[in-house]
């Protein structure tokens, strides 16, 4: 497969400026919202105004006759939006399950004039008992949403001996952990402009899945997958929120579209996108965790829930990543686990960068800091006793056989901050009214690619053409979002055709020109897709019978009689790589990337405000292909990791979201912003285009416990839940001075 | 970071509602400069500046990203001072001079800003580049916390500023 070349690299592992940076700097940049479309119809949504109710009648004024409006009715096909499962409808018919679900479409030139009449448009309601919590889903004593139990996926083993290992077990401790909502933000909202277009309907978006949409549409507009051409448009930041949601609005787009025979585009202001589009999972964790002795983790019980709201949507998928992490990256050879995404009238949750693991990773680096502070050790010491190494066995018995640069990562943030030294001299800090210093640390991995069969199933492709007069063009369906994918390919296919980066140019992820390399998702662009181009390009070599060494690729093929050269290459997962779905055993991923993150805050002794003085970050990710870029994926996503940590609070009541603007849902500015330092660990992958692994999502997932770890250290409080407030240390701390004197 | 807002205005705010600030009339006649040009805009003096920008005169590198005040995706410069132009009515700009991104020329800036990957996603960029160049007219040398006070009415999500602010800092270095 794609080892490394041994020619040498002019991009490959240097700060190349992305190939975007121009256009986006001077305003040129198109975004979805700055094409212009001859003719175009704005469009909107009518929403459900009930959390769980039937509708029972729509009792709809007398349209003019330029306005287009799309009910049920008007679905061609089946009303639901292809995924895992077929119970998200594009359109609610009889009842309704969250609030601001949609019911109905209108287009019409004027928007002021169509919100008119939207507002003239009643529906008339039969209220449903609601399921309002994790806890309402699960109790079984109201009508279950999805299927008998309300459970949309459970996946759940038992290794080893579990119930002996606690009972021999120096040291049990049980905690419960809680994690809230958190929005994408991404800075540009959900937009996508639909037209009819040849045989069917073009959709032009901002969207990380071009092929999702396309798929996702097919059974719902009745036309063939091909009749549905999907284009991206350059995307205005995306994080998860832009993987299967754009199908819905894309779906009603495609709808109006065809109903008025006009381009319609419908865009959400940042109400609308806050209130209506999935974040985040909820999530509960019951966890038990025992040590001997000598620290070494005996055996651990996870009970992991995940609210997923209202549909299945990706649930399942972030329920499998949650799962695999619950574990942490410790050895642990007795294992009782139990995960479910549950359902309830709320908005539905779906996929956000990290995909589950961040909130798994919350509860078992939370737990770890709990332990090493109740069994009076420091938590670098217990994680040093406890991490996984080379040759060792994961939870689910994958046995590690490269490329494990956790040690190192550990070792270089608690090196980089002193951070024992630290940690235990703030432990026995002086509460004497002057602000309170705390330090915490989380050890943490993210699996490369999809779990499990997921790769297995997408069968990516990737073409690579070159002519000597166009040069090289990289066909793939992969998106640039913001993360610099662009950039990242150009840079493989130049080294590994030893051309100028000039000649490579990758085409735009149109579904009628590009295969399918798969959607743009859990860290497997630039492992999965660089390496698929990587093969294509040897290919192109071989073909003429030029090579990187020799730098003789065009020589060679003006020598030659072949014109167009083209290569297109499958990926395949490697044999040795074998997952069991259902027992959970086995090789949940090809190759992990590894981590480990200290956060030191001050803590205000009377208002409890938390200053973030510094984040240390070590990411081992393999090769790093374009070294700015990846830390711009580590500074960016570890500020992310702490506002879900400390600042963005998402609470709902009764299905309505309390904070659905940027005025309520406090993002992280400059001025929340710590010093960042990011330290690159390089333990390449051998089959990684140059030896890289991933790095889009895992910056985000160790830093909530760092965080919290940090708080704890400060005050001596121990606390179970994010975002953690000040108004929560508030009320933990008195509990604990009410409780405890002598403190 | 100077925010120019109306009283009158604030409140219309406070009482929320894109539609009375669309039929809010502040001054008939409006003639104001955009990007040095001098312009009489055919749209109503109640429309927000950002959507005459963007809509009549299609200078559509001042972004909406909230409509609401809180992201500096839409700022641009007024008699040189950054606003947001989604809180700012056309009518409140007769006689003023407006500069949008595409008016901005500020070479070793953008360069700054490409080469240090202060641009992800490149949706808030612009923005950034407004406010960093008010700030430095006013403010050539401006400390790393100046620079800090002043983007921070700019919302980025992929960068965690970091980029940002060390690309600005890059060309204060360069005097
Ligand atoms: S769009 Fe004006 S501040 Fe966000
Ligand atoms: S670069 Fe994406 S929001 Fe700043």
Redesign the pocket.
């Given at each position: 497969m794609s080892g490394k070349p041994k020619n040498e690299l002019n991009y490959v592992g240097r700060p190349i400026v992305r190939v975007d940076a121009a256009d986006k700097v001077c305003g040129a940049a198109k975004y979805i919202n700055d094409i212009e479309f001859p003719d175009l119809l704005i469009g909107i949504t009518i929403r459900s105004t009930r959390q769980r109710a039937r509708i029972l009648k729509m009792n709809v004024p007398m349209l003019p006759p330029d306005v287009t409006f799309v009910t049920t009715d008007d679905i061609p096909g089946e009303n639901y939006v292809t995924l895992f499962n077929k119970d998200q409808p594009l359109l609610a018919k009889e009842v309704v399950n969250y609030l601001g679900e949609p019911i109905a479409l209108l287009a019409g030139t004027d928007e002021d004039a169509l919100r008119k009449l939207a507002a003239q448009i009643q529906i008339d309601y039969e209220d449903l008992p609601a399921i309002d919590s994790i806890e309402d889903a699960l109790s079984g004593k109201l009508p279950p949403i999805y299927g008998d139990d309300n459970v949309f996926k459970s996946y759940g083993y038992i290794k080893g001996e579990p119930g002996n290992a606690f009972a021999e077990s120096a040291f049990i401790f049980d905690d419960t952990f809680h994690t809230g909502y958190q929005e994408q933000a991404y800075l540009e909202t959900q937009g996508v402009v639909a037209f009819p277009y040849r045989n069917g309907v073009k959709i032009v978006g901002s969207m990380q899945c071009p092929f999702y949409v396309q798929k996702g549409l097919s059974p719902a507009l009745k036309l063939d997958p091909h009749d549905i051409v999907v284009e991206q448009a350059i995307t205005g930041g995306a994080f998860g929120g832009k993987e299967e949601f754009p199908s819905l609005i894309s779906g009603h787009a495609a709808l109006l579209a065809l109903k008025s025979g006009k381009p319609v585009k419908i865009t959400y202001d940042r109400h609308e996108d806050i209130s209506v589009t999935t974040k985040r999972h909820p999530s509960k964790s019951i966890r038990r965790i025992g040590f001997d002795k000598n620290h070494h983790i005996t055996a651990m019980d996870i009970d992991f829930v995940l609210n997923g709201g209202a549909h299945s949507t990706l649930s399942q998928v972030v329920l499998a990543r949650g799962a695999l992490g619950s574990p942490g990256a410790y050895k642990c050879d007795n294992i009782r686990m139990l995960s479910r995404a549950v359902a309830t009238n709320q908005l539905p949750s779906g996929a956000f960068r990290g995909f589950g693991a961040p909130q798994a990773f919350f509860a078992i680096e939370a737990q770890m800091n709990h332990a090493a502070y109740r069994m009076n050790i420091d938590p670098y010491s217990l994680r040093k006793k406890n991490i996984l190494r080379l040759g060792d066995r994961t939870a689910t018995g994958q046995l590690l056989k490269e490329s494990v640069g956790l040690e190192k990562a550990l070792d270089a943030v608690a090196e980089r901050t002193n951070f024992t030294e630290k940690y235990n001299q703030y432990r026995v800090q002086l509460h004497n009214g002057q602000p309170l210093k705390g330090i915490g640390l989380a050890t943490f991995f993210h699996g490369c690619g999809f779990t499990g069969k997921g790769e297995e199933l997408i069968k990516a492709t990737a073409s690579v053409d070159y002519s000597n007069e166009t040069g090289v063009l990289i066909r793939i369906a992969t998106v640039d979002m913001g993360q610099g994918m662009n950039t990242v390919m150009r840079q493989i296919a130049a080294d590994a055709l030893a051309l100028q980066i000039e000649r490579v140019i990758v085409n735009i992820p149109n579904t009628a020109e590009v295969p399918n390399s798969g959607p743009t998702v859990a860290s497997r662009t630039t492992m999965i897709v660089g390496g698929l181009i990587c093969q294509c390009c040897a290919d192109l070599l071989k073909q003429v019978g030029a090579t990187a060494e020799k730098r003789d690729f065009a020589e060679k093929v003006n020598m030659s009689n072949i014109k167009i050269l083209t290569a297109t290459r499958d990926y395949r997962v490697p044999d040795d790589v074998v997952w069991d779905e259902d027992k959970f055993i086995g090789d949940a991923y090809p190759i992990y990337s590894w981590a480990a993150a200290v956060v030191e805050v001050t803590v205000d002794p009377v208002t409890f405000e938390v200053t973030v003085d510094k984040i240390t970050a070590a990411h081992d990710i393999g090769k790093a292909i374009n070294p700015v870029l990846v830390e711009g994926q580590i500074e960016g996503g570890s500020l992310q990791g702490l506002g879900y940590a400390s600042i963005e609070v998402m609470t709902e009541t009764g299905g309505r979201l309390n904070q659905a603007s940027?005025t309520d849902y406090i993002i992280p500015t400059t001025l929340d912003t710590p010093e960042m330092e990011t330290i690159i660990l390089e333990e390449t992958y051998s089959r990684g285009p140059f030896g890289a692994k991933g790095v889009g999502e895992q910056p985000l997932v160790g830093i909530p416990a760092a965080y919290v770890g940090a708080v704890e250290n400060a005050l001596g409080v121990e606390f179970g839940e994010i975002p953690l407030t000040p108004e929560i240390i508030h009320r933990r701390v008195h509990r604990e001075r009410r409780e405890n004197t002598n403190y | 970071m100077s925010i120019i807002l109306s009283t009158e205005f604030i409140k219309l705010l406070m009482t929320d509602n894109k539609n009375k600030i669309k039929n809010l009339s502040v001054s008939s006649e409006v003639s104001l400069s955009v990007n040095g040009m001098s312009r009489t805009p055919k749209a109503s003096p109640s429309t927000r500046l950002?959507d005459y920008l963007r809509d009549e005169l299609k200078l559509t590198g001042t972004?909406?990203?909230?409509?609401?005040?809180?992201?500096?995706?839409?700022m641009v410069l007024v008699d040189g001072k950054a606003v947001?132009?989604?809180?700012f009515l056309l009518g409140q700009c007769n006689g003023r001079e407006v500069t949008t991104i595409e008016g901005i020329d500020a070479p070793k800036l953008f360069k700054a800003f490409e080469e240090t990957g202060a641009v992800q996603c490149g949706f808030c960029t612009p923005g950034f580049i407004v406010s960093a160049y008010a700030l430095l007219q006013q403010n050539p040398h401006p400390t790393v916390a100046e620079i800090k006070e002043a983007l921070s009415g700019n919302l980025c999500r992929c960068t965690g500023y970091k980029k940002i602010v060390e690309a600005v800092e890059k060309v204060t270095g360069n005097g």
């Amino acid at each position: 497969m794609s080892g490394k070349p041994k020619n040498e690299l002019n991009y490959v592992g240097r700060p190349i400026v992305r190939v975007d940076a121009a256009d986006k700097v001077c305003g040129a940049a198109k975004y979805i919202n700055d094409i212009e479309f001859p003719d175009l119809l704005i469009g909107i949504t009518i929403r459900s105004t009930r959390q769980r109710a039937r509708i029972l009648k729509m009792n709809v004024p007398m349209l003019p006759p330029d306005v287009t409006f799309v009910t049920t009715d008007d679905i061609p096909g089946e009303n639901y939006v292809t995924l895992f499962n077929k119970d998200q409808p594009l359109l609610a018919k009889e009842v309704v399950n969250y609030l601001g679900e949609p019911i109905a479409l209108l287009a019409g030139t004027d928007e002021d004039a169509l919100r008119k009449l939207a507002a003239q448009i009643q529906i008339d309601y039969e209220d449903l008992p609601a399921i309002d919590s994790i806890e309402d889903a699960l109790s079984g004593k109201l009508p279950p949403i999805y299927g008998d139990d309300n459970v949309f996926k459970s996946y759940g083993y038992i290794k080893g001996e579990p119930g002996n290992a606690f009972a021999e077990s120096a040291f049990i401790f049980d905690d419960t952990f809680h994690t809230g909502y958190q929005e994408q933000a991404y800075l540009e909202t959900q937009g996508v402009v639909a037209f009819p277009y040849r045989n069917g309907v073009k959709i032009v978006g901002s969207m990380q899945c071009p092929f999702y949409v396309q798929k996702g549409l097919s059974p719902a507009l009745k036309l063939d997958p091909h009749d549905i051409v999907v284009e991206q448009a350059i995307t205005g930041g995306a994080f998860g929120g832009k993987e299967e949601f754009p199908s819905l609005i894309s779906g009603h787009a495609a709808l109006l579209a065809l109903k008025s025979g006009k381009p319609v585009k419908i865009t959400y202001d940042r109400h609308e996108d806050i209130s209506v589009t999935t974040k985040r999972h909820p999530s509960k964790s019951i966890r038990r965790i025992g040590f001997d002795k000598n620290h070494h983790i005996t055996a651990m019980d996870i009970d992991f829930v995940l609210n997923g709201g209202a549909h299945s949507t990706l649930s399942q998928v972030v329920l499998a990543r949650g799962a695999l992490g619950s574990p942490g990256a410790y050895k642990c050879d007795n294992i009782r686990m139990l995960s479910r995404a549950v359902a309830t009238n709320q908005l539905p949750s779906g996929a956000f960068r990290g995909f589950g693991a961040p909130q798994a990773f919350f509860a078992i680096e939370a737990q770890m800091n709990h332990a090493a502070y109740r069994m009076n050790i420091d938590p670098y010491s217990l994680r040093k006793k406890n991490i996984l190494r080379l040759g060792d066995r994961t939870a689910t018995g994958q046995l590690l056989k490269e490329s494990v640069g956790l040690e190192k990562a550990l070792d270089a943030v608690a090196e980089r901050t002193n951070f024992t030294e630290k940690y235990n001299q703030y432990r026995v800090q002086l509460h004497n009214g002057q602000p309170l210093k705390g330090i915490g640390l989380a050890t943490f991995f993210h699996g490369c690619g999809f779990t499990g069969k997921g790769e297995e199933l997408i069968k990516a492709t990737a073409s690579v053409d070159y002519s000597n007069e166009t040069g090289v063009l990289i066909r793939i369906a992969t998106v640039d979002m913001g993360q610099g994918m662009n950039t990242v390919m150009r840079q493989i296919a130049a080294d590994a055709l030893a051309l100028q980066i000039e000649r490579v140019i990758v085409n735009i992820p149109n579904t009628a020109e590009v295969p399918n390399s798969g959607p743009t998702v859990a860290s497997r662009t630039t492992m999965i897709v660089g390496g698929l181009i990587c093969q294509c390009c040897a290919d192109l070599l071989k073909q003429v019978g030029a090579t990187a060494e020799k730098r003789d690729f065009a020589e060679k093929v003006n020598m030659s009689n072949i014109k167009i050269l083209t290569a297109t290459r499958d990926y395949r997962v490697p044999d040795d790589v074998v997952w069991d779905e259902d027992k959970f055993i086995g090789d949940a991923y090809p190759i992990y990337s590894w981590a480990a993150a200290v956060v030191e805050v001050t803590v205000d002794p009377v208002t409890f405000e938390v200053t973030v003085d510094k984040i240390t970050a070590a990411h081992d990710i393999g090769k790093a292909i374009n070294p700015v870029l990846v830390e711009g994926q580590i500074e960016g996503g570890s500020l992310q990791g702490l506002g879900y940590a400390s600042i963005e609070v998402m609470t709902e009541t009764g299905g309505r979201l309390n904070q659905a603007s940027f005025t309520d849902y406090i993002i992280p500015t400059t001025l929340d912003t710590p010093e960042m330092e990011t330290i690159i660990l390089e333990e390449t992958y051998s089959r990684g285009p140059f030896g890289a692994k991933g790095v889009g999502e895992q910056p985000l997932v160790g830093i909530p416990a760092a965080y919290v770890g940090a708080v704890e250290n400060a005050l001596g409080v121990e606390f179970g839940e994010i975002p953690l407030t000040p108004e929560i240390i508030h009320r933990r701390v008195h509990r604990e001075r009410r409780e405890n004197t002598n403190y | 970071m100077s925010i120019i807002l109306s009283t009158e205005f604030i409140k219309l705010l406070m009482t929320d509602n894109k539609n009375k600030i669309k039929n809010l009339s502040v001054s008939s006649e409006v003639s104001l400069s955009v990007n040095g040009m001098s312009r009489t805009p055919k749209a109503s003096p109640s429309t927000r500046l950002l959507d005459y920008l963007r809509d009549e005169l299609k200078l559509t590198g001042t972004k909406e990203g909230c409509g609401e005040g809180e992201c500096g995706a839409c700022m641009v410069l007024v008699d040189g001072k950054a606003v947001n132009s989604c809180l700012f009515l056309l009518g409140q700009c007769n006689g003023r001079e407006v500069t949008t991104i595409e008016g901005i020329d500020a070479p070793k800036l953008f360069k700054a800003f490409e080469e240090t990957g202060a641009v992800q996603c490149g949706f808030c960029t612009p923005g950034f580049i407004v406010s960093a160049y008010a700030l430095l007219q006013q403010n050539p040398h401006p400390t790393v916390a100046e620079i800090k006070e002043a983007l921070s009415g700019n919302l980025c999500r992929c960068t965690g500023y970091k980029k940002i602010v060390e690309a600005v800092e890059k060309v204060t270095g360069n005097g």
